[in-house]
């Protein structure tokens, strides 16, 4: 599902945000990402979707060659995952459910079907009642389940979620990975970049720890994961 053999990324001017890295997860994974900041968390995530182009090495994310992916065809790439970041980056101007529903018109999908797979979204994600409100008159919470929904609306074979609980209170963290978990029990293989080692340590699943851009720890439940 997802792949790195020997990746690398370094920045002009020789800075090293991930050195020589290779790991591997499985469909239907939900895989913690942690580590300090700076420790390379984003750069990893954003090499996943070709934010980032790594200087060297083999990446593959749902049977696509990263790597050798022409920016072009990026899109294609992005039509397969779903990317949740830590600022939500609604639409002001638009309400919740026309915030979901626009990554449906992007797509080209039906009027009728995105009014259908919309209101699926909302309920998913518990938001019938915030349908109408607009992005300033969500909660934190409630701003990330919308992203949450949105990101969804392609049905992607990959989550990929960098802190999206990074701005939230400890009981609405709790919220977000519950919901999290639910879409992966559904099927759709999560990795979660985070530093909020009461998370990680709360859940059982497995743990990728980045330090310097390096893979440090690599385990579930406390036993080492062979790569």
Known sequence: MISLKNVSLV?????????????????G?????????????????????KEYIATKGEIEVANIDVSNLPRWKTPLLRRKIGIVTQEPQLLESRNTFE?????????GNLPEEIETKTNTLLDLVELNDCAFKYPGQLSGGEQTRAIIARALANNPVVLLCDEPTGNLDPDLSIQIISLLEKINRAGTTVLMATHDSSIVNRR???????KDGKVKRDELNGSYVVR
């Open 99 to 107: 915030n979901i529903s626009f990554a449906l018109e992007i797509m």
């Open 204 to 210: 059982k699943k497995r743990i990728i720890e980045l």
């Open 11 to 27: 920045f002009q001017g020789g800075s090293v945000a991930i050195s020589n890295i290779s790991t591997e997860i499985k469909e």
């Open 29 to 49: 994974e939900f895989v913690y990402l942690v580590g300090h900041s700076g420790s390379g968390k984003s750069s990893f995530m954003k090499l996943l979707y």
